[in-house]
């Protein structure tokens, strides 16, 4: 948001991956705060993706943040371009190896109030791949905020990393099918409840 910001966030980066504090970095392009100022960001980018234990982002936010090769941001057809975004991963992983888990949001527009909606994570060796489904939205703005901090519970609750998957794409759902920008879930349930498909009244 502004140099100040950006030397802030390097220095947090630096200190943490000195002392072995788990570093996560969801890139989040704005085209707005990268105006004018491209080369400089690129290399905090950069700098802070070379420390990061778990990255993350769609496909637009590691084509203009990291410069990476991918698929056409909001395509159709997204199901069938999975190998495209396993593909962008890859070229990600060559660049920076010391990441623990790469993760990469899929999401294609049907309407202003129906996305299909999945993710893809890698880490340690395997592919973990939730397939697009029908969403109902409320206000976007946010899902992707949701699926990164659903993903982060997982990771520091212990799961395994199918579980850390699972959840932030059901995080992600609860947000965007939410009017504010983030999600509330009641409990770790209601968010399984969600992934699980399941609206039946319990008592």
Known sequence: MSPETTQCCLELARVAKKYG???SFDLNYRATFWAGREQELKAAFHEIASVTDILIGNEEDFQLCLGFAGPE??????????????GMIEQVREKYPNARAYATTLRQVV???????GAILYSEGKWYVEEPRPIQVMDRIGGGDGFSGGLLYAVLQGWDAEKWLQFGWASGVLAASS??????????KQVWDVYKGNARVQR
């Open 21 to 23: 504090t788990l570093v």
């Open 73 to 86: 941001a909001g395509g159709k057809e997204l199901g069938s371009k999975i190998d495209r975004f396993k």
């Open 111 to 117: 309407s202003a109030n129906e996305h299909l909606w």
């Open 179 to 188: 009017l504010n920008d983030y999600a509330e879930p009641a409990d770790e």
